[in-house]
């Protein structure tokens, strides 16, 4: 089991690494190890400005959907803390309503709609399988843009 948000982030106050006072979360990005080395390599070069959930996995999960100013300690494929962010805006948007311009501010591909939309289709069908929901091009999705605090890692994943 991973540690917890308590013990990262005392982990980070020992390295001199104050998060300011709000609602801390552990996550990750991508399904697999090249995936998630890749988007946080885009984070890391601001390139990667949004993501999106399905509000339907927090609710499943028991977990309470993102606000802004929350942040969340993002960890690599093995674990380790690569950045904090903070949380700059919150949409609940439905699958078919997501834009281009967030879209794009996810970062992903050629940064078209077309590419989000399959990619994220992929994604939210394995995502439905696991939570036991039928994938939907109305299902509710959590968009959240969102700032780079602080860089724990000092090496860019490579592809």
Not at 1 to 25: D, F, N, Q, S, Y
Not at 79 to 106: H, K, M, N
Request: glycine content about 10%.
């Amino acid at each position: 089991m991973g540690k917890t948000v308590g013990e990262l982030v005392a982990e980070l106050a020992e390295k001199g690494i104050h998060l300011p006072e709000g609602c801390v979360r552990i996550g990750g990005f991508g399904d697999s190890e090249a995936l998630s080395a890749s988007l946080i390599a885009l984070i890391l070069t601001g390139v990667k400005r949004g993501t999106c959930s399905l509000a339907w996995s927090w609710d499943f999960d028991g977990e309470p959907i993102p606000k802004v100013n929350d942040m969340e300690i993002v960890l690599d494929w093995d674990g380790s803390p690569a950045v904090v962010l903070r949380v700059t805006e919150v949409q609940i948007v439905p699958f078919d309503r997501v834009g281009a311009e967030f879209a794009a501010s996810e970062g992903e591909g050629d940064l078209s709609l077309a590419y989000w939309r399959a990619e994220h289709w992929r994604f939210f069908t394995a995502e439905c399988s696991r939570i036991g929901r039928v994938v939907d091009h109305s299902m509710p999705l959590v968009c959240e843009s969102f700032e780079v605090l602080y860089t724990l890692t000092s090496v860019l994943p490579t592809e």
